[in-house]
T-cell receptor
Framework: AQSVSQHNHHVILSEAASLELGCNYSYGGTVNLFWYVQYPGQHLQLLLKYFSGDPLVKGIKGFEAEFIKSKFSFNLRKPSVQWSDTAEYFCAVLTGTASKLTFGTGTRLQVTL | DTGVSQDPRHKITKRGQNVTFRCDPISEHNRLYWYRQTLGQGPEFLTYFQNEAQLEKSRLLSDRFSAERPKGSFSTLEIQRTEQGDSAMYLC???????????????FGPGTRLTVL
């Protein structure tokens, strides 16, 4: 079965700092990868997705992620975080014919002023 | 609001009681998913419907759990004889497959938080 690992459970950054959240997946074949964000009190929302093509994908709110097949990684980055980026971030991989999502355990990002 | 809605948002029940949650997907979305999220974990897949047909169930879905989607619109998730281990956030998501693509973005509802005392 596919699995997703997020090694950073809780990250605290000051505003304007750069962000990189790690995500590793287990499957060796074709993968479809996602980053979701959950702001406090809100629904899970899609930040960005990778299906094929350019391994550097850009999402909403200045986020980007790089798919590195040789490292089984799909790390999320943002050059300069804002206080409003405080949220929980989940990496996920699409699996099976049902297109169900397998999520990592999430990373709680806290941005301080 | 035309997003996915779930009812109730919170449910507190005593161990052994039955509970039922409802999910209303985005109109015309033919796929509907249920996930469960416990503290400190990401959402875990429970089951999936395409229209009214339940096509896949996770091993997490014990015999005490049943889900339905009559008429292919809203869905209900029932838990019988609740246990403390059932305490979690139950999330619903819906999607509509893009033509020519196996991918379908899943839109999530706000979830129902269940607490079993």
């Amino acid at each position: 079965a596919q699995s997703v690992s997020q090694h950073n459970h809780h990250v605290i950054l000051s505003e304007a700092a750069s962000l990189e959240l790690g995500c590793n997946y287990s499957y060796g074949g074709t993968v479809n990868l996602f980053w979701y964000v959950q702001y406090p009190g809100q629904h899970l929302q899609l930040l960005l997705k990778y299906f094929s093509g350019d391994p550097l994908v850009k999402g909403i709110k200045g986020f980007e992620a790089e798919f590195i097949k040789s490292k089984f990684s799909f790390n999320l980055r943002k050059p300069s975080v804002q206080w409003s980026d405080t949220a929980e971030y989940f990496c996920a991989v699409l699996t099976g014919t049902a297109s169900k999502l397998t999520f990592g355990t999430g990373t709680r990002l806290q941005v301080t002023l | 609001d035309t997003g996915v809605s779930q009812d109730p948002r919170h449910k507190i029940t005593k161990r052994g009681q039955n509970v039922t949650f409802r999910c209303d997907p985005i109109s015309e979305h033919n796929r509907l998913y249920w996930y469960r999220q416990t503290l400190g974990q990401g959402p875990e897949f429970l089951t999936y419907f395409q229209n009214e047909a339940q096509l896949e169930k996770s091993r997490l879905l014990s015999d005490r759990f049943s889900a339905e989607r009559p008429k292919g619109s809203f869905s209900t998730l029932e838990i019988q004889r609740t246990e403390q281990g059932d305490s979690a956030m139950y999330l619903c998501a819906s999607s509509y497959p893009e033509r020519g693509s196996s991918y379908n973005e899943q839109f999530f509802g706000p979830g129902t938080r269940l607490t079993v005392l």
